[in-house]
């Protein structure tokens, strides 16, 4: 496989126990591919972001963004507020 890029986006956050998609990127980013994995939507009472890079292959990169949830409840019960914002 050549290397490519790979983006991703799964329901379950990357942790001890693995399935199906976290094998999956360990095994892409094994074959030379640079995997980015987005973890799920965390809430928190600050907007943050972080990339980390896997300890045990470098071509894995784990994502992971925080979200205040006053955002998220503005986005679907009051939706001109949100756009506005």
Partial sequence: M???QILLISPQ???VNYVSKHHYALEMAQSGCVVYFINPLVFDSV???SMKQFTKDPNL???EYHVPRLLY???FHARLLYDLI
Wanted: charged share 25%.
């Fill in 2 to 4: 050549k290397k490519r």
């Fill in 73 to 75: 409840y503005l986005r």
């Fill in 13 to 15: 956050s990357w942790g």
């Fill in 47 to 49: 907007l943050t972001f």
């Fill in 61 to 63: 990169h784990i994502i």
